[in-house]
């Protein structure tokens, strides 16, 4: 089980930090994505983190604004999200895939195998 929580609404320029509780899974052998999806719009990859933590990767129209990191012991993947965008309003969802590999990070959503329930996130002008 996957349970997103952090979101809600924030002034353009604003900042919110996005956390994802893990359960019922062996958290460490997963890697960990982020995806949103706006109101009429497909899903979209936002960042994703490998098993360690040791490696992370980012949609081009977040890099430098948005960070994701993972604490194994507490099997929670956050989502650090600075100077938000009106357009990044959008229900913002965690997922989770087992890999062998370390290092590997997943891109695709169709890649991923749990999610959560999402949590919204509204960027006001």
């Known amino acids: 089980q996957l349970v997103e929580s952090g979101g809600g609404l924030v002034q353009a320029g604003g900042s919110l930090r996005l956390s994802c509780v893990v359960s019922?899974?062996?958290?460490?052998?997963?890697?960990m994505g982020w995806f949103r999806q706006a109101p009429g719009k497909e899903r979209e990859f936002v960042a994703g983190i490998t098993r360690s933590g040791g490696s992370t990767y980012y949609a081009d129209s977040v890099k430098g604004r948005f960070t994701t990191s993972r604490d194994n012991a507490k099997n929670t993947v956050y989502l650090q999200m600075n100077s938000l965008k009106p357009e990044e309003t959008a229900v913002y969802y965690c997922?989770?895939?087992?890999?062998?590999?370390?290092?590997?990070?997943?891109?695709?959503?169709?890649?991923?195998?749990?999610w959560g329930q999402g949590t919204q996130v509204t960027v006001s002008s």
């Open positions: 997922a989770a895939r087992t890999t062998i590999i370390s290092s590997i990070v997943f891109m695709k959503g169709d890649e991923y195998t749990d």
């Open positions: 019922g899974l062996t958290f460490g052998t997963y890697a």
